[in-house]
T-cell receptor, first 109, second 118 residues
Framework: AQRVTQPEKLLSVFKGAPVELKCNYSYSGSPELFWYVQYSRQRLQLLLRHISRESIKGFTADLNKGETSFHLKKPFAQEEDSAMYYCALSGTSYGKLTFGQGTILTVHP | GAVVSQHPSRVICKSGTSVKIECRSLDFQATTMFWYRQFPKQSLMLMATSNEGSKATYEQGVEKDKFLINHASLTLSTLTVTSAHPEDSSFYIC??????????????FGPGTRLTVL
């Protein structure tokens, strides 16, 4: 079975502060991990995936297999980063995603 | 980027009626479409995987006779909620992907359909 846990339902930071959204997973094989973002009144969209090792909108995420984590980080949060963030895992069945519960990030001015 | 549309965006129906929701990939051909259900302030729950030209694969606990899925073409999948009841009220989201086996295959999500059953 595969599971994704995002322990924080809500996260508030001030503009310019660092932000870290936590994600832990449970999966016996070699997973693919993703972060999706949903801005207010918009559809879900891919933010980044671990296999690309890219930085999107200043966000990065490193897969830590030892800790089974894939935390999302940004050194200086911006107000436009306020959104719902979902961590997701793709395991055995290619394409099927298991989502975490989501974290609502609010960046205050 | 690739666009996925859903129709209708919002539907209200009476208990006992059936409702059809369409999911279309507008500018790419999708070998696979997924249907999710999202309850308020909760995560997306995968309901079924829909592959063009074959029967859908349902997740455990999802009634296939209740949620009929048809993937008639590479750009269209439909979800029909049969004999809807108030507990079926939810936000239904589809996603579409062109699976090539590459690590860059990406699921593109539709805007969702809000179903309210009275």
């Amino acid at each position: 079975a595969q599971r994704v846990t995002q322990p924080e339902k809500l996260l508030s930071v001030f503009k310019g502060a660092p932000v870290e959204l936590k994600c832990n997973y449970s999966y016996s094989g070699s997973p693919e991990l993703f972060w999706y973002v949903q801005y207010s009144r918009q559809r879900l969209q891919l933010l980044l995936r671990h296999i690309s090792r890219e930085s999107i909108k200043g966000f990065t995420a490193d897969l830590n297999k030892g800790e089974t984590s894939f935390h999302l980080k940004k050194p200086f949060a911006q107000e436009e980063d306020s959104a719902m963030y979902y961590c997701a895992l793709s395991g055995t069945s290619y394409g099927k995603l298991t989502f975490g519960q989501g974290t609502i990030l609010t960046v205050h001015p | 980027g690739a666009v996925v549309s859903q129709h209708p965006s919002r539907v209200i129906c009476k208990s006992g009626t059936s409702v059809k929701i369409e999911c279309r990939s507008l500018d790419f051909q999708a070998t696979t479409m997924f249907w999710y259900r999202q309850f308020p302030k909760q995560s997306l729950m995968l309901m079924a995987t829909s592959n063009e030209g074959s029967k859908a694969t349902y997740e455990q606990g999802v009634e296939k006779d209740k949620f009929l899925i048809n993937h008639a073409s590479l750009t269209l999948s439909t979800l029909t909620v049969t004999s809807a009841h108030p507990e079926d009220s939810s936000f239904y989201i589809c996603s579409a992907v062109l699976l090539t086996g590459s690590s860059t295959d990406t699921q593109y999500f539709g805007p969702g359909t809000r179903l309210t059953v009275l």
